[in-house]
């Protein structure tokens, strides 16, 4: 769970409608953590966007490697260049 607050100075607003128990839900967090909903809200926004984009990532990679474009490493050779044993 992230825990950063991202300060902006300009923010935008947008409303969502959200199921009662999710609702009931965020309130009860909000209350346990003394931090307000909007910022739980936001976190878990972001959380997912950043989820989302590292799985594009992850995609346009596979695509790469698929089309031949990059290269892989054996899991050995990373394990022997950081000292990890195997």
Same mark, same amino acid.
Do not use: C, F
């Given at each position: 769970?992230?825990?950063?607050q991202?300060?902006?100075?300009?923010? @935008?607003?947008? %409303?969502?409608?959200?199921?009662?128990d999710?609702e $009931?839900? *965020? /309130?009860?967090?909000a =209350?346990r953590?003394g931090?307000s909903a909007?910022?739980? @809200?936001s976190? %878990?926004i972001?959380?997912?966007?950043?989820?989302? $984009?590292? *799985? /594009?990532?992850a995609? =346009?990679r596979?695509e790469?490697h698929r089309?031949?474009?990059?290269?892989?490493?054996?899991?050995?050779?990373?394990?022997?260049?950081y000292?990890?044993d195997h």
């Amino acid at each position: 769970m992230r825990v950063k607050q991202i300060e902006e100075p300009e923010t @935008a607003m947008i %409303a969502l409608r959200l199921p009662p128990d999710i609702e $009931e839900r *965020l /309130e009860a967090l909000a =209350r346990r953590t003394g931090r307000s909903a909007h910022d739980h @809200a936001s976190d %878990a926004i972001l959380d997912h966007l950043e989820n989302l $984009e590292d *799985l /594009e990532l992850a995609e =346009r990679r596979l695509e790469e490697h698929r089309r031949g474009e990059s290269e892989t490493i054996p899991l050995s050779d990373l394990m022997t260049r950081y000292g990890v044993d195997h």
